[in-house]
C-alpha cells in the first residue's frame, strides 16, 4: 500500500510489507524531535495511533530513537518516544515533494496509547 502522505510506498519494503493498520489523519502540527546529540524542529504531516510522518529535508537515519513533543489543538501536549522507521530523502532532481520521515512511537504507555488514539479518532470524526 502506498503511504498516504506522499503517494509512494516507504522505502525498506514491498507494498504488501507496508500496507497500513491504522489510518492516517493529514494534521499540520509542529513537532520537536531530539537525539542524543540532534535537535530538530519539524512538522507533523499525518498522524495515526501507531506514528507520525514528519516533514523535513533533514530526516534522521533510520533506527534513530528521539523523543517527540507536540500538542494537538485543545489537548495536553504528548511528550513520546519514536523511532525513524523510513525516510524519504531530498532528491537531486526535485523530484520528491514530500520529503521526511515515518516515525512509530514506541514504548508507550497504556495511557498514552489510549490518549493518542482518542486524539486521532477525534480528529478523523471532526473531518467527516
Same mark, same amino acid.
Request: charged letters at 20%.
Given at each position: ?5 506522499? #503517494?509512494?510506498?516507504p522505502?525498506g519494503?514491498?507494498?504488501?510489507e507496508?500496507?497500513r493498520?491504522?489510518d492516517? +489523519?493529514?494534521?499540520?502540527?509542529n ?11 519539524a @512538522?507533523i504531516?499525518n +498522524?495515526?495511533?501507531?506514528?507520525i510522518? +514528519? $516533514?523535513?529535508t533533514?530526516?534522521? @537515519?533510520v533506527?534513530?530513537?528521539?523523543e517527540?513533543s507536540?500538542s494537538?489543538p #485543545? @489537548?495536553?501536549?504528548?511528550?513520546l518516544? #519514536? ?8 532528491r537531486?532532481?526535485?523530484d520528491n515533494p514530500?520529503p ?8 508507550l504507555?497504556?495511557?498514552? $496509547?489510549?490518549?493518542?488514539?482518542d486524539?486521532?479518532?477525534? +480528529? ?5
Open positions: 500500500m502506498m503511504d498516504e502522505a506522499d #503517494g509512494k510506498t522505502p519494503g514491498s507494498a504488501a507496508n500496507r493498520v491504522h492516517r +489523519i493529514p494534521v499540520e502540527w513537532v520537536d524531535c531530539a537525539t542524543e546529540d540532534t535537535f530538530l524542529y @512538522a504531516a +498522524i495515526s495511533a501507531m506514528g510522518f +514528519i $516533514r523535513t533533514e530526516p534522521l @537515519a533506527g534513530t530513537e528521539m517527540l507536540f494537538p #485543545g @489537548a495536553t501536549a504528548f511528550k518516544k #519514536g523511532q525513524v522507521a523510513w525516510v524519504n530523502p531530498v537531486a532532481d526535485g514530500n521526511g520521515m515515518g516515525v512509530r512511537f514506541v514504548n504507555t497504556q495511557a498514552d $496509547r489510549e490518549r493518542l488514539v486524539v486521532v479518532h477525534a +480528529i478523523a470524526y471532526l473531518r467527516e
